[in-house]
């Protein structure tokens, strides 16, 4: 049987010193592309550390990487860098989020994915097609992840 429990609506940020509201901090790397609009590259709040789209940009010239697979790579190369940032790892990734431009690169997107859990104890996960990425991407990657806070 399941029980409901009273949900606490209000989020504390920063310096609150009460114990019942969440911390929020944003969080962020030198060694991942800057955001590209007014958001956190990570928020870190009550233990979990939430991970912006991570696009395949190279974090010193802010372009594009190639093909879907080069791609990949670097947008998980990226949120490894932001995970590091946050005290986490893709070893404490809870869930993760991939948007493809083309449904039919899910399989080799999915081949360079799988390398970056090595435990191959594998997240939860959705991968969904659009229209256009930010900056014309093939591939966008995000995830939520257990962190220290």
């Known amino acids: 049987m399941l029980t409901r429990l009273p949900v606490r609506r209000t989020v504390a940020r920063a310096t609150s010193a009460r114990r019942n509201f969440a911390t ?4 962020n790397s030198l060694d991942a592309p800057k955001a590209i609009g007014p958001y956190s590259q990570a928020v870190r709040a009550n233990g979990f550390l939430f991970v912006s789209g991570c696009l395949g940009l ?7 990487t190639g093909d879907v697979e ?8 990226n949120m490894s860098n932001v995970l590091k940032a946050g005290n986490s790892t893709f070893d404490k990734v809870v869930k993760t989020t991939i948007f493809l431009a083309d449904m039919s690169d899910f399989p080799k997107v999915n081949e360079i994915y799988a390398k970056y ?3 191959k104890q594998f997240p939860a996960r959705s991968t969904v097609a659009v229209k256009t990425l930010p900056k014309n991407g093939l591939v966008e990657i995000e995830c939520i992840a257990v962190s220290a806070e």
């Open 58 to 64: 190279n974090p010193h010239t802010g372009e594009l």
């Open 117 to 119: 859990f090595p435990s």
């Open 24 to 27: 929020v901090t944003s969080v």
């Open 70 to 77: 080069q791609q990949a790579k670097q947008a998980l190369d």
